[in-house]
């Protein structure tokens, strides 16, 4: 079925260092890959995505890795600042074009 | 330009009652979708909505539905509440029905049933 997995659940990191989430999914007819940041008390908003012809993309201190053949899609965020600590959600798009979510990543940076 | 806007914030219902949430798009977006958020499932999809229509609908019983508007408004209602249904319910908005399109959410209507 139609299935988002993403790990791990929570993550903390001291600051300075990075952080990566890691999120595999089931259909190969997937083309695209956002990744969202809920902060507490609002909504998720958009940080990066990445599309299937392309493996890596980067936006200043986040970069999202794409590996088709093997499913699964990464997110990175290097030199972690406090503003960093949030849930961190990753999608796919399936044959059906509703964008379905990961079950979500808290991530807390240690100052 | 405004954000999304969900009314209400925050409401309290018994178990067996229904409800109705609305969710307000940014100006020109025409899609408008509704998602469950719990601590233990994530962001489950419950339906989209464009140009009135419905396009595509999760695997959520026939207690909950939506509408939407002429003026791209949506509500989305839930009858005969249990208490599984406490939840945060976030509606998003984009400018097209295309799969690939930005997604600019609320801050949700968090729902506690009693």
């Known amino acids: 079925g139609e299935n988002v997995e993403q790990h791990p659940s929570t993550l903390s990191v001291q600051e300075g260092d990075s952080a990566v989430i890691k999120c595999t999914y089931s259909d190969s007819a997937s083309n695209y890959f956002p990744w969202y940041k809920q902060e507490l008390g609002k909504g998720p908003q958009l940080i990066i995505d990445i599309r299937s012809n392309v493996g890596e993309k980067k936006d200043q201190r986040i970069a999202v890795t794409l590996n088709k053949t093997a499913k699964h899609f990464s997110l990175h965020i290097t030199e972690t600042q406090p503003e960093d600590s949030a849930v961190y959600f990753c999608?796919?798009?399936?044959?059906?074009?509703?964008?379905?979510f990961g079950t979500g990543t808290r991530l807390t940076i240690i100052p | 330009k405004a954000g999304v806007t969900q009314t209400p914030r925050y409401l309290i219902k018994t178990r067996g009652q229904q409800v109705t949430l609305s969710c307000s798009p940014i100006?020109?977006?025409?899609?408008v979708s509704w998602y469950q958020q719990t601590p233990g499932q994530g962001l489950q999809f419950l339906f989209e909505y464009f140009s009135e229509t419905q396009r595509n609908k999760g695997n959520f019983p026939g207690r909950f539905s939506g509408r939407q508007f002429s003026n791209s408004r949506s509500e989305m209602n839930v009858s005969t509440l249990e208490l599984g249904d406490s939840a945060l319910y976030l509606c998003?908005?984009?400018?097209?029905?295309?799969?690939?399109?930005?997604?600019?959410f609320g801050e949700g209507s968090r729902l506690t049933v009693l």
């Open positions: 100006s020109g977006h025409r899609s």
């Open positions: 999608a796919t798009t399936f044959g059906n074009e509703k964008l379905t």
């Open positions: 998003a908005s984009k400018t097209s029905g295309s799969n690939t399109g930005e997604l600019f």
